[in-house]
């Protein structure tokens, strides 16, 4: 079963996609069109189904909340910054060598650790997903935000 919102909770699939559990990005007009492999969060009520979650709040911090207490295994599913976030594509280890010229000097010079999505090219290191938004969700979920044990978001 894949995760997937619609535009009506756009901001938490973001969310969903820094925490490191994939969730696609969809637009379907009525529950018959919902896929078959899909699960669905959504606002619109119209969309109710056995395989969507309507969403009763409107802020993204309690849509997340809600999201985590309906579908308890995602906290399971968390990797936090193991996504590329336009992407949704799971990041792949890359080495030091393969980025140099491709990271900003200072960048290159004090970071070990690099990560390449592998459909946009797009290079990720510690730190390079938003601090601020990382905040953000410690302070909603209530627990420090850790990077998969291979990574070293945050650390040096
Ligand atoms: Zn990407």
Same mark, same amino acid.
């Given at each position: 079963?894949?995760l997937?919102?619609?535009?009506?909770?756009?901001?938490?699939?973001?969310?969903?996609?820094?925490?490191?559990?994939?969730?696609? @990005?969809?637009?379907?007009?009525?529950?018959?069109?919902?896929?078959?492999?899909?699960?669905?969060?959504?606002?619109?009520?119209?969309?109710?189904?056995? *395989?969507?979650?309507?969403?009763?709040?409107e802020?993204?911090?309690?849509? @997340?909340r809600?999201?985590?207490?309906?579908?308890?295994?995602?906290?399971?599913?968390?990797?936090?910054?193991?996504?590329?976030?336009?992407?949704?594509?799971?990041?792949?280890?890359?080495?030091?060598?393969?980025?140099?010229?491709?990271?900003p000097?200072?960048?290159?010079e004090?970071?070990? *650790?690099? *990560?390449?999505?592998?459909?946009?090219?797009?290079?990720?290191?510690?730190?390079?997903?938003?601090?601020?938004?990382?905040?953000?969700?410690?302070?909603?979920?209530?627990?420090?935000?850790?990077?998969?044990?291979?990574?070293?978001?945050? *650390?040096?």
């Amino acid at each position: 079963m894949r995760l997937a919102g619609d535009r009506t909770v756009g901001r938490l699939v973001k969310w969903l996609r820094i925490l490191g559990i994939p969730c696609e @990005l969809i637009t379907v007009k009525s529950k018959e069109e919902i896929p078959e492999d899909v699960f669905l969060l959504t606002r619109a009520t119209s969309l109710a189904s056995a *395989r969507s979650l309507v969403l009763p709040c409107e802020k993204p911090a309690a849509q @997340l909340r809600f999201v985590l207490e309906k579908l308890p295994h995602l906290w399971e599913e968390m990797r936090p910054f193991s996504l590329c976030l336009p992407c949704n594509e799971r990041l792949e280890e890359i080495s030091k060598e393969e980025v140099f010229g491709l990271v900003p000097d200072h960048v290159y010079e004090t970071q070990r *650790r690099f *990560r390449r999505c592998p459909r946009c090219g797009r290079i990720y290191w510690p730190g390079s997903h938003h601090s601020l938004m990382k905040r953000r969700l410690e302070e909603i979920l209530g627990r420090p935000l850790t990077a998969d044990p291979d990574g070293s978001e945050g *650390r040096s």
